[in-house]
């Protein structure tokens, strides 16, 4: 007969619920860092190529693909909390004897077996090793698991205090390697853990079956009740992406249309700074301020240059020269449509990978 505290939701647990905040706040940093390390690439890059920094501008796809990797390490450890939190809060801990096996260069891969029935489970770490050494089985070679074993589920180490999201060993050739290395490093010697009599949130209720298509049913029913609306994390993401390519396009577009115009040189500096005088386009009034000229041009020109007006958004009315020197419009339209381009890709290729690798849900 189960306890009263078994029936808890391994959510209710305190360590088990800071643990779950610990590593949803790491996954937002990595997301908030891409983010951040992305459009940092975009500004130096731009900024690079118009000063002529070639050695700055070749570490600009370092810097993309730096900044990519993280935002996607982020983005899917955040749906990874999410899933654990649906698991935890949906069904109690089970305490599983277990054993870590090698898996050559692949991931890490751990074997529970399971309390109620003996049956064994062979799971893969989603994890890198670093964040896998906390939770490996120690001598005691006891894990707790909760989730559906078909599906995907949590291991942690007795308490709850770190979290690991697992899936199957997907091919049954891999499976049967994973449990015959297990029984080699002798799982099924191992004594059965009991469950914990300090009020932990256990349970002793049995894994599926490893030959077995049919998922726990009462974990089954209680995650179809427990399990909150998902809400498409790389549908946004998307979204976001192509409003601002959107946006950087249309810019870029308008640009084309900025009227030229005729400067009269009040001053120049040997450098080629100097003062002009234009008439504004739209309004007709005299205006005057800094440009850029080119100081080996003809003698005849000495009094007379050309440059373009921005004819859009906030900068409309700013004076450029040919190598769009006078304003920040054209870095900021750049800076738009590269950001939105990785953000249409990144929200595209998780989806795509998202609706490939989804779980099938339990009849």
């Avoid at 391994?10 to 360590?15: F, N, V, W």
């Avoid at 946006?247 to 577009?253: C, H, I, S, V, W």
Wanted: proline letters at 7%.
């Amino acid at each position: 007969m189960r306890d009263n505290a078994s029936q808890n939701p391994a959510l209710d647990g305190t360590d088990t619920a800071e643990a779950l905040a610990r590593y949803r706040a790491r996954a937002g940093t990595w997301a908030r860092a891409g983010l951040a390390l992305l459009a940092g690439s975009g500004v130096i890059g731009l900024t690079a190529a118009r000063r002529g920094l070639d050695d700055v501008v070749e570490m600009v796809p370092n810097l993309l693909a730096l900044s990519l990797a993280a935002l996607g390490m982020g983005l899917v450890s955040l749906r990874l909390s999410g899933r654990m939190r649906r698991h935890l809060a949906a069904a109690p801990w089970t305490a599983c004897a277990a054993v870590s096996v090698p898996r050559g260069s692949r991931a890490a891969t751990v074997v529970l077996r399971d309390p109620a029935t003996g049956e064994v489970w062979p799971l893969t770490v989603w994890a890198v090793w670093r964040r896998y050494q906390p939770v490996r089985p120690g001598l005691d070679g006891v894990l707790w698991w909760c989730g559906d074993p078909r599906t995907g589920g949590v291991i942690a180490p007795p308490g709850g205090t770190e979290l690991i999201w697992t899936r199957a060993v997907r091919g049954s050739g891999a499976r049967r390697l994973a449990v015959q290395r297990a029984q080699r490093a002798g799982l099924l010697e191992r004594r059965l853990p009991h469950t914990p009599s300090d009020g932990s949130s256990v349970s002793d209720r049995s894994f599926v079956s490893l030959v077995s298509d049919a998922p726990h049913a009462s974990h089954a029913a209680a995650m179809s009740k427990a399990a909150p609306r998902r809400r498409g994390l790389f549908r946004w993401i998307a979204l976001v992406g192509v409003v601002l390519l959107g946006l950087g396009g249309a810019a870029l577009n308008a640009a084309s249309e900025d009227p030229q115009i005729d400067l009269t040189v009040l001053s120049q500096q040997p450098d080629g700074t100097c003062e002009v005088r234009w008439s504004d386009p739209w309004s007709g009034a005299r205006r005057e301020g800094p440009f850029r000229c080119d100081p080996d041009r003809d003698p005849l020109l000495e009094e007379w240059w050309t440059g373009w007006v921005v004819s859009y958004g906030p900068w409309k009315g700013d004076l450029y020269d040919s190598d769009l020197r006078g304003t920040p419009a054209d870095d900021v339209n750049t800076a738009l449509s590269l950001a939105g381009a990785a953000l249409t890709l990144t929200g595209l290729v998780g989806g795509v990978a998202k609706r490939v690798y989804r779980p099938e849900p339990s009849a």
